[in-house]
């Protein structure tokens, strides 16, 4: 073949791949994971690329026949930039994204992910407006919106009959809208608001808080507040036993990973979690398993989530048993994970959200293998009550 | 109100602590350290190592700020020391490298996680101070700071090694020519200020979660006392820590929502109105 022929051929298998994108990935099933993996969120990231990855290799690494293949980008937690690497991995043509960490971030990219019609499954990012104001075609959510978990904090403060609340909300527009959202629910099971602060984010320094705190006559805390702000709080209240004379409670304030970090003032701390690796089932059993036999630490929540999202997902891949998109999601809007570490979760195609019981906990001394700080389930609620039926 | 001011006092020397090596640095080096907050990082993580491997918090708060003091004299030697004929701009380029690698290198090293340090059992609880229970260790910590404040002031004030630290700062050629290397004078200072960032690591361990990136967030608060203080001045530093401490603890009881604007809006006007800071009154002695 002389040099116009082979400038021909060329020109007409770029031709065809230009005309259907698809063809070129055939090859492997790209998935472009967007998570934070440095900073205060990065600890998140690294767990949730440890349960997507697992979640791959549980079905022997591949889909439609082809190899799972993750490409990793750090969002640094900054939804710009999260864009930016999104923006570049469908430049590459990955087959779906995977992420964020951060709601910001996750917002974000639905925007751009949803004009190229590339998937996106969220299993961390909470704000409401995921799967409602903003929810578009092409992003699910598998794990807790912020609704669920205020329905689970409501819940309990009836059942504790906790009769009045001391509430302490991260200065940022999740954490308010959050706080705004559970004030109504609170006010719904009788529960009297005492005082509220809104410290900002990154605090360092709750002392003067807490002392308020201690002079009212609050039954419980409502913690409202993140990762390290949330695990300072906890450090300096318990050095002044603020847990013996109230209960602590709030949204993932705590798990085994934070308890590592507060240490045995965690005892006492109640949560909602998103998941925990003594939930008791046969599928969770054998996930707990594998993860500690590759990784050698139990599961946290994030990497739970993760794995269960990802499996889901590439499990509505398979049985679409073609390679489109569209067609996978077109299957997941209304797809039921019968497979989950959770039980059964079901994807509603209203809003996207994936319907699921959840699951309360409190921090009590562990004993080995476990971890000296290990949540125990305290608390589960179904789906019925958590997620009222879509309008 | 005795208990608000003793946590006011536990807040403003917290942050003298944290603040202490940066003022020393610039004002003797003329160094901006931008590293300053990864060496408080990096003093936080060897202090949980030393109470891991020993148990003993006493011991990490001796390991800490020596281990500290002697990469940051290193650093100097290889990184700072060519740098200090050349533009300020080369030198902050140079600290915000250091950030990056010795962020790696302790992710590297000890992950991403978060790590904790349990208060010894002698500093552990709290007293009833009138209406407040106070935490034994924010006593401790106040306590901290002063000997630290002191202790500063008295080696750059009273002693023949702080008469020729500055001595080294101002006249470096009359130094020079008495025969004291300069160059090494240097190092001190910048040790002696790395020293410190891990003491302030080492000493908010038990308060804040040790993690990757815990740096980043203080060095804002560190900046702020150093300019109020005036740049270099131990006394100014100590000053302005107190009064921002003091700020921030009636201010949460009284206007919660306006203390972070206040306190910038200070820094503003003190910039325009005071740039030498608030309690820098000549150009002469600063320590």
Same mark, same amino acid.
């Given at each position: ?29 790209? /998935?472009?994971? &967007? ?32 190899? &799972? ?259 996978? &999601? ?15 979760? /079901? ?45 | ?172 050629a009359m130094v020079r020519s008495l025969g004291i290397p300069v160059s090494t004078i240097r190092t001190i200072v910048f040790a002696l200020g790395g020293g410190l960032a891990a003491l302030a690591g080492t000493i908010a361990a038990p308060l804040i979660p040790i993690q990757v990136g815990m740096g980043f967030g203080i060095i804002v608060d560190c900046f702020i006392v150093v300019i109020l203080g005036g740049l270099g001045n131990i006394r100014g530093a100590i000053a302005a820590a107190l009064l921002l401490g003091l700020v921030r603890a009636f201010g949460q009881q009284y206007f919660p929502e306006w203390i972070e604007l206040s306190t ?24």
């Amino acid at each position: 073949m002389n040099i116009f022929g082979k400038a021909a051929l060329f020109a007409a298998g770029a031709a065809a791949l230009v005309a259907n994108p698809a063809l070129a990935d055939e090859d492997a099933f790209r /998935v472009g994971g &967007i998570v934070s993996l440095s900073g205060a969120y990065g600890v998140i990231g690294e767990s949730m690329r440890k349960g997507a990855e697992l979640a791959a290799e549980a079905r022997g690494g591949t889909v439609l026949g082809a190899p &799972i293949v993750f490409e990793w980008e750090d969002t640094e937690t900054n939804p710009q930039i999260a864009v930016q690497k999104a923006s570049a991995l469908m430049g590459k043509g990955v087959d779906m994204l995977f992420g964020a960490v951060s709601s910001g971030s996750t917002l974000a990219v639905m925007k751009v992910s949803e004009r190229r019609g590339v998937p996106l499954i969220v299993t961390l990012s909470a704000s409401d407006r995921i799967t409602g104001e903003d929810m578009a075609s092409n992003t699910f959510r598998t794990s807790n919106p912020v609704r669920m978990e205020n329905t689970m904090m409501a819940e309990f403060v009836g059942r504790e009959k906790l009769g009045k609340i001391y509430a302490v909300v991260a200065d940022y527009g999740v954490g308010r809208d959050m706080w705004d959202d559970l004030k109504g629910r609170l006010d719904a099971v009788g529960a009297e608001i005492v005082a509220e602060d809104y410290p900002p984010l990154g605090g360092r320094d709750y002392a003067l808080i807490i002392d308020k705190i201690k002079k009212t006559d609050a039954d419980g805390v409502v913690m409202i507040m993140t990762g390290g702000d949330a695990i300072t709080f906890l450090k300096q209240s318990g050095q002044v036993g603020l847990k013996d004379e109230k209960q602590i409670f709030g949204t993932m304030v705590m798990d085994e990973m934070m308890g590592e970090a507060v240490g045995d003032l965690s005892f006492g701390v109640n949560s909602t979690l998103r998941y925990h690796f003594a939930i008791d089932n046969e599928v969770n059993r054998a996930f707990v398993e594998s993860y500690v036999a590759k990784y050698g630490v139990y599961p946290d929540q994030a990497a739970g989530e993760a794995y269960d999202g990802m499996a889901w997902f590439l499990d509505v891949v398979e049985e679409t048993g073609v390679w489109d998109q569209q067609a996978w &999601i077109k299957a997941f809007s209304t797809s039921t994970n019968t497979k989950s570490l959770e039980g059964v979760k /079901v994807m509603r195609a209203c809003d996207h959200q994936a319907a699921q019981s959840g699951i309360f906990g409190k921090a009590i001394k562990g004993e080995a293998p476990h971890p000296n700080v290990t949540m125990e389930i305290s608390y589960q609620f179904d789906s019925e009550t958590l997620f009222p039926a879509c309008d | 109100m005795t208990g608000t001011l003793i946590i006011g006092l536990s807040i403003a020397m917290m942050l003298f602590l944290l603040a202490a090596g940066l003022t020393i640095i610039f004002g003797m080096l003329g160094v901006i350290n931008f590293a300053h907050g990864v060496l408080y990082m990096v003093g936080g993580f060897i202090a949980v190592e030393v109470v891991n491997q020993t148990g003993n918090f006493w011991l990490s708060l001796l390991v800490a700020p020596l281990a500290v003091a002697a990469l940051s004299a290193l650093l100097e030697i290889l990184l700072l020391r060519p740098l200090y004929d050349r533009d300020h701009v080369e030198q902050l380029l140079m600290t915000f490298g250091i950030i990056l690698v010795l962020d790696e290198v302790v992710r590297t090293v000890w992950g991403l996680g978060y790590h904790d340090i349990p208060l010894p059992g002698s500093l552990s609880g709290a007293i009833p101070v009138f209406d407040s229970d106070v935490a034994v260790y924010r006593l401790f910590l106040i306590g901290a700071g002063l000997i630290a404040g002191l202790g500063l002031f008295a080696l750059i004030e009273w002693t023949k090694l702080g008469i020729v630290l500055r001595g080294a700062m101002t006249h470096p050629a009359m130094v020079r020519s008495l025969g004291i290397p300069v160059s090494t004078i240097r190092t001190i200072v910048f040790a002696l200020g790395g020293g410190l960032a891990a003491l302030a690591g080492t000493i908010a361990a038990p308060l804040i979660p040790i993690q990757v990136g815990m740096g980043f967030g203080i060095i804002v608060d560190c900046f702020i006392v150093v300019i109020l203080g005036g740049l270099g001045n131990i006394r100014g530093a100590i000053a302005a820590a107190l009064l921002l401490g003091l700020v921030r603890a009636f201010g949460q009881q009284y206007f919660p929502e306006w203390i972070e604007l206040s306190t910038y809006l200070v820094l503003m006007i003190v910039l325009l109105w005071r740039p030498q800071g608030l309690f820098t009154f000549s150009k002469g002695r600063k320590a």
